[in-house]
């Protein structure tokens, strides 16, 4: 988004499908920007992104997750921020950065699974051998046979 008048459309489309926009801005330009969706005494982090590029001394991350946690935990009383699942690939850092910089912790639940016969013999199979696979879809059916079990 490159100007005010872009983040005000996109504010009234959100709100529309029940999403709050935040935004965090330098003069007229949005450096950072999040969407929230609340249910349940939930709150989703739809979605986050920061221009690094040009901004990052600003850490504008640092201050969007703030003022969202401040807002959503504290004057909501919302009891629970969930910024998504942890990718079977582990590409995302997000979880370790929220963990490290603003206290929150993991909340586990039980993953069910479930193969084709076939799957799961070749699975089971190559398990002993998964230090030697370099596939990262061979890997992430792996983790999930094992994290199942």
């Given at each position: 988004m490159k100007s005010f008048e872009s983040w005000a459309r996109g504010m009234r489309n959100a709100a529309e499908r029940g999403?709050?926009?935040?935004?965090v801005f330098y003069g007229d330009a949005i450096i950072a920007y999040g969407v929230a969706k609340v249910y349940d005494?939930?709150?989703d982090l739809v979605t986050w992104k920061c221009n690094y590029e040009k901004?990052?001394?600003f850490y504008p991350s640092y201050g969007l997750v703030y003022k969202m946690t401040e807002y959503y935990l504290g004057k909501q009383g919302i009891k629970y921020l969930n910024?998504?699942?942890r990718s079977?690939?582990?590409h995302s850092y997000v979880q370790d950065?929220?963990?490290?910089?603003?206290?929150?912790r993991k909340a586990f639940t039980k993953l069910n699974v479930y193969f084709k016969w076939w799957l799961k013999l070749v699975i089971i199979l190559i398990v002993p051998f998964e230090k030697c696979v370099k596939n990262k879809v061979a890997l992430s059916f792996i983790r999930m046979y094992k994290w199942s079990r």
């Amino acid at each position: 988004m490159k100007s005010f008048e872009s983040w005000a459309r996109g504010m009234r489309n959100a709100a529309e499908r029940g999403e709050e926009f935040w935004g965090v801005f330098y003069g007229d330009a949005i450096i950072a920007y999040g969407v929230a969706k609340v249910y349940d005494g939930i709150v989703d982090l739809v979605t986050w992104k920061c221009n690094y590029e040009k901004y990052k001394n600003f850490y504008p991350s640092y201050g969007l997750v703030y003022k969202m946690t401040e807002y959503y935990l504290g004057k909501q009383g919302i009891k629970y921020l969930n910024d998504g699942n942890r990718s079977f690939t582990e590409h995302s850092y997000v979880q370790d950065f929220l963990i490290k910089k603003f206290g929150y912790r993991k909340a586990f639940t039980k993953l069910n699974v479930y193969f084709k016969w076939w799957l799961k013999l070749v699975i089971i199979l190559i398990v002993p051998f998964e230090k030697c696979v370099k596939n990262k879809v061979a890997l992430s059916f792996i983790r999930m046979y094992k994290w199942s079990r």
